[in-house]
Each structure stands twice: as structure tokens, then as C-alpha cells.
């Protein structure tokens, strides 16, 4: 399977705990997103990096989350002391769109946190 | 700012009915839109896009077209199948550089989940 995975796929943890989702995106593709979805609502973006430059952090992404992307290739996302306005599905997905053009994005399946 | 708006569900229907899910938006500049489908278990799909005004998009029976008039981007389908349930979800990219925006960044709407009976 080529597409984007993600790992792990459930995480349940309890408050202010430290948590990191991984991501692998599809091999070629030098964009890398991350999004984040709760129950009823539609994926908010939170973070975009440009093969391993980190170009823009949404809002939503206060100090106790951090991404990274060291090689251009996966990416990490930790949440440090978790609380349970944290518990969401955390989406990766990748793009191989040049220039300004927006290009297909292709998503994982998700890593879903639970802090208790 | 950037926005969607998609008519709240659930939607349920027949196996062969006619569907139609709303999707307005609001943007700055000249945004691509998308519909985005994710079936039970699997993650989020493209299942059709238009990066202009007037263009239709279309996959798998399923057409929407760019309204620039009416800022609307709804989801059609003539006949559907109980394999089309899954929660569809509107989207737009500004797709712009400059002003802060991000290339690619996708905006969505809530979802719309729909049951197709046989």
C-alpha cells in the first residue's frame, strides 16, 4: 500500500500526558498537511510544511503542539500535557501540487486521541 | 474570510433516488472547490473537484458545478447505491500565495452524512 499512513491509529491517554502521532506521506509528494477533526465537525487545518520547512501553523496550534518534518519525508506531531479538549482525530495528508495550483490531497486514515 | 457551509444531515434515501447535498461558500479571491467523501473506516477521499467558475466536476455519477453567481458548489447524483453511503464533506482552497494563505490548505464543512436503503 502506498498511500499516507499514520500511526498510531488510537491513542488513549490521560490528561497531561505527552502524545506523538506519526506520518508517512506518499513517497514523491514534497507537501505535508496536518488537520484536525472532532465529532460532527469537518478537518481544521493546523499545520502545512514544504518538503522540511514548516510553512504555517494554524490558530489552533497553541504552544503544547509541535510538528516537524526533518528529512522532508515523515512528519511528527506532538501534543505535550494533554487536555481533553485535545481528544480528536488527527488527520496527515500529503500533496504533490506545484506551484500555486491546489493539488489532489490524499489523507490517511487518522490517528484518533482519547485523553481521559 | 475563507468558509463553507453545507446543509446539515443526516440525509437518508432509497437505493435510486435522486440526491442533492448543498455546499455555499465564502472566499477571498478565486478559490478551487472540492467534494471530499469518507466511507465507514477509511479515510477522506477527493471524489470531485472545479478550480473555476462555471466548471463541473464529476466522479463516479456524482457532478457539482462552480457557481460563482450564487457561491454554491452542490452535490448531485441521479440514481444513488447503498455503496455511496459515507459522510461527504465540501471544501474550497484559495490555492493563492501571498497574504498568508497556504497552498492547498482546504477548507471544509461539517459533513453530510448519507444512508442509502436498498
Known amino acids: 500500500d502506498t498511500g499516507v499512513s499514520q500511526d498510531p491509529r488510537h491513542k488513549i491517554t490521560k490528561r497531561g500526558q505527552n502524545v506523538t502521532f506519526r506520518c508517512d506521506p506518499i513517497s514523491e509528494h514534497n507537501r505535508l498537511y496536518w488537520y484536525r477533526q472532532t465529532l460532527g465537525q469537518g478537518p481544521e487545518f493546523l499545520t502545512y510544511?514544504?518538503?522540511?520547512?514548516?510553512?504555517?501553523k494554524s490558530r489552533l496550534l497553541s504552544d503544547r503542539f509541535s510538528a516537524e518534518r526533518p528529512k522532508g519525508s515523515f512528519s511528527t506531531l506532538e501534543i505535550q500535557r494533554t487536555e481533553q479538549g485535545d481528544s480528536a482525530m488527527y488527520l496527515c495528508?500529503?500533496?504533490?501540487?506545484?506551484?500555486?495550483?491546489?493539488?489532489?490531497?490524499?489523507f490517511g486514515e487518522g490517528s484518533r486521541l482519547t485523553v481521559l | 474570510g475563507n468558509s463553507v457551509t453545507q446543509m446539515e444531515g443526516p440525509v437518508t434515501l432509497s437505493e435510486e433516488a435522486f440526491l442533492t447535498i448543498n455546499c455555499t461558500y465564502t472566499a477571498t479571491g478565486y478559490p478551487s472547490l472540492f467534494w471530499y467523501v469518507q466511507y465507514p473506516g477509511e479515510g477522506l477521499q477527493l471524489l470531485l473537484k472545479?478550480?473555476?467558475?462555471?466548471d463541473k466536476g464529476s466522479n463516479k455519477g456524482f457532478e457539482a458545478t462552480y457557481r460563482k453567481e450564487t457561491t454554491s458548489f452542490h452535490l448531485e447524483k441521479g440514481s444513488v447505491q447503498v455503496s455511496d453511503s459515507a459522510v461527504y464533506f465540501c471544501a474550497l482552497s484559495d490555492g493563492t500565495a501571498g497574504g498568508g494563505s497556504t497552498l492547498g490548505r482546504l477548507y471544509f464543512g461539517r459533513g453530510t452524512q448519507l444512508t442509502v436503503w436498498p
Open positions: 472545479a478550480t473555476k467558475a462555471d
Open positions: 510544511f514544504q518538503n522540511e520547512a514548516q510553512l504555517e
Open positions: 495528508a500529503s500533496s504533490s501540487g506545484t506551484g500555486f495550483a491546489p493539488g489532489e490531497l490524499f
